[in-house]
Nanobody, 121 residues
Framework: QVQLVESGGGLVQAGQSLRLSCAASGSIFSINVMGWYRQAPGKQRDMVASITSAGSTNYADSVKGRFTISRDNAKNTVYLQMNSLKPEDTAVYYC???????????????WGRGTQVTVAS
């Protein structure tokens, strides 16, 4: 099992920054992708950014150039640095981990409980 615990959400003004953290514990698979998703009220949950265990990153077009995802494998922690925040970034942000064993067997998809980010205009 994998446990994911997010922190760092809050209320900020437009243009300000926040950094989210997600600490993973339990069975951290040798091959994994960690990421951040967000869900605004009445909308679907969308991918914001992801990073593989090798360090390759992927971003939603709406956050490119403003958000940066990084990870510390020694701490099993992934970060999301969010700059130039906009009111439309307001959502619950969820940490996600997908893992594979070294032999390629898929081990599952795990979610944190989420952290609220609110950007006031």
């Amino acid at each position: 099992q994998v446990q994911l615990v997010e922190s760092g959400g809050g209320l900020v003004q437009a243009g300000q920054s926040l950094r989210l953290s997600c600490a993973a514990s339990g069975s951290i698979f040798s091959i994994n992708v960690m990421g951040w998703y967000r869900q605004a009220p009445g909308k679907q949950r969308d991918m914001v950014a992801s990073i593989t265990s090798a360090g390759s990153t992927n971003y939603a077009d709406s956050v490119k150039g403003r958000f940066t995802i990084s990870r510390d494998n020694a701490k099993n922690t992934v970060y999301l640095q969010m700059n130039s925040l906009k009111p439309e970034d307001t959502a619950v942000y969820y940490c996600n981990l997908r893992g594979w064993r070294s032999d390629g067997v898929y081990m599952g998809n795990y979610w944190g409980r989420g952290t609220q980010v609110t950007v006031a205009s």
